[in-house]
């Protein structure tokens, strides 16, 4: 009985149950975790999940909203921790559908929390969004910059953020929800990287077009920016991993409950980008200019100054990286596959 104990104890010390493990950036952190000697156990329905990116790890296929999928899993693999990025993710469907987004990213999160809750564990990392700012007052964008989400999707990680913060009063759950800015970039030696159907992000809509020459649009050049378009800010998938492993690590050392940004506090245009591909890849960017898109901020650029003191974080990727990495991925004739 004893020796069973210790197996299921240093079980424990090694095992972290990642929701949305198989998806763009779930996968990158289950590579990170595996990397830093953790065993990642990948939660995942596989309705945006992909089943070739599930590969450091065991794999449960379950579903949040089934209370009893959590239950098997924890009770299987004992985990010491969560980290939970299983949310839906695209800003227009969640307002054209806001109660499939209500559901899935609130109840969900709510199932996983009480199974946290009857098994005492005690550490969660969560996968949250710059979106919860809203329309910036000021950029750069610190952490005590005035939150106010604008969609369904932002209002989502607004309300697991506080339950995280009431949780913590009530139960000690500690936490530390990262707020991403724009996430980007692959890892194409581990085959690793950004295939959403549909794609709605910036990158590899520009990288698509280049490729295939088939014009994208570029929503609004009159934002008072230094060519029109909108700046944002752009970090390194492999980064943001770093920053969930670090988290972790900050939790089991008694960190506090807290909310930190994830950016490179570096800003790019739409156009700059659009310049900055077809001077690395010789390859043209056709594309539109076309009407802004109603709730496009025209600068959102990230003050990250306070995850790299807590956590010891730094990013490593720069824009050329980025893209780079991006670029071969795309090119990869089985990518997606």
């Not at 952190?29 to 000697?37: D, E, F, M, N, R």
């Not at 499939?100 to 709510?110: A, F, P, Q, S, W």
């Not at 990392?125 to 910059?145: K, L, R």
Request: charged share 20%; hydrophobic share 35%.
């Amino acid at each position: 009985m004893e020796e069973l104990r210790a197996a299921k104890d240093a079980q424990k010390t090694k095992a972290i149950l990642v929701t949305g493990g198989a998806g763009y950036i779930g996968s990158h952190v289950c590579y990170a975790l595996k990397q830093q000697g953790y065993q990642p156990i990948c939660f995942d329905n596989f309705s945006y999940g992909h089943r070739w990116a599930a590969k450091f790890g065991p794999v449960v296929e379950g579903d949040l909203l089934n209370f009893q999928d959590i239950e098997d899993a924890i009770t299987e693999y004992n985990p010491l921790a969560v980290i939970h990025l299983a949310s839906f993710i695209q800003v227009g469907e969640s307002v054209r559908d806001p109660l499939k987004y209500y559901e899935n990213n609130i109840v969900g999160t709510v199932n996983l929390l009480k199974a946290m809750q009857k098994h005492k564990i005690s550490y969660f990392v969560f996968s949250s969004s710059a979106a919860v700012y809203g329309s910036p007052e000021y950029t750069p964008i610190d952490e005590n910059h005035l939150k106010n989400p604008i969609n369904p999707y932002g209002h989502t990680k607004n309300m697991t953020e506080i339950m995280l913060q009431d949780c913590d009063k009530a139960y000690g759950l500690k936490s530390v929800s990262l707020r991403y800015f724009n996430a980007a970039g692959a890892f194409p030696e581990e085959e690793l990287g950004e295939a959403h159907e549909p794609e709605t992000h910036l990158i590899p809509l520009m990288i698509r077009a280049a490729q295939n020459q088939k014009s994208i649009n570029i929503f609004g050049n009159n934002y008072d920016t230094s060519d029109g378009t909108c700046v944002r800010d752009y970090i390194h998938v492999l980064d943001l991993a770093s920053a969930h492993v670090k988290a972790l690590e900050y939790l089991k050392a008694g960190g506090d409950t807290v909310c930190l940004n994830l950016g490179t506090e570096a800003g790019i245009t739409n156009l700059q980008m659009i310049n900055l591909i077809e001077k690395l890849f010789s390859q043209k960017v056709p594309h539109s200019i076309v009407a802004r898109r109603d709730g496009d901020p025209a600068i959102l650029l990230s003050l990250a100054s306070k995850a790299k003191q807590l956590l010891n974080w730094q990013t490593k990727y720069t824009i050329n990286d980025i893209l780079q990495h991006a670029w071969q991925w795309h090119s990869k004739e089985t990518y997606g596959k």
